[in-house]
């Protein structure tokens, strides 16, 4: 196949409200302070596309009460990480990953129900990215990266602090 896949990707055909979210997120990315004394801290790396993600998380009483994400690389990657810190706030680890899985489902194009739809929130902005196969890496970067930093802390791997 000498087509390039990565030229393949339009943004201009991703819908207009989609569209808004994702650069609305990618020029003012949440949570970007790094959090202090992190229990669980990872970085990920996607050579396809030249994205670098680094995410921290505090927990209190179980719960994600701080999230850190520093997103570098394409719209689509900054987005999805950013959106990723939105949503985490406030979850235990269970729930942040079976978001995940959830997002992964979405992105490989599985129909999803309302009550789906509505865990997700911004995320579906994304849906249009799993015509691109080449960019779900870029929107599942940040989540793998955080499922990660929970493997290896679940696994009482010393933090970097
Ligand atoms: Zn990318």
């Known amino acids: 196949m000498s087509q390039d896949v990565t030229a ?22 949440r949570n970007r302070a790094p ?27 179980g719960r994600i009460a701080q999230v850190g994400v520093q997103g570098r690389g394409c719209s689509i990657s900054v987005a999805s990480a950013s959106i990723m810190g939105e949503l985490l706030k406030g979850k235990t680890l269970e729930e942040a990953q079976r978001l995940s899985r ?4 979405m992105l490989q194009g599985k129909p999803l129900s309302p009550q789906e739809r ?25 989540w793998m990266t955080l499922e990660e930093g929970i493997q290896a802390w679940r696994k009482g791997a010393p933090s970097q602090q």
Do not use: M, W
């Not at 393949?8 to 990315?29: C, G, K, T």
């Not at 959830?102 to 489902?105: A, D, I, L, P």
């Open 35 to 61: 959090v202090p004394n992190p229990h669980i801290t990872s970085e990920g790396q996607n050579p396809f596309c030249g994205d670098e993600v680094a995410v921290q998380v505090r927990l209190e009483d």
């Open 118 to 142: 509505e865990e997700l929130g911004d995320l579906e902005a994304l849906r249009g990215v799993s015509k691109f196969p080449v960019r779900i890496k870029c929107a599942l970067l940040g």
């Open 8 to 29: 393949a990707f339009n943004f201009e055909e991703l819908d207009e409200l989609y569209r808004e979210v994702i650069l609305d997120h990618y020029r003012s990315p």
């Open 102 to 105: 959830r997002v992964r489902e």
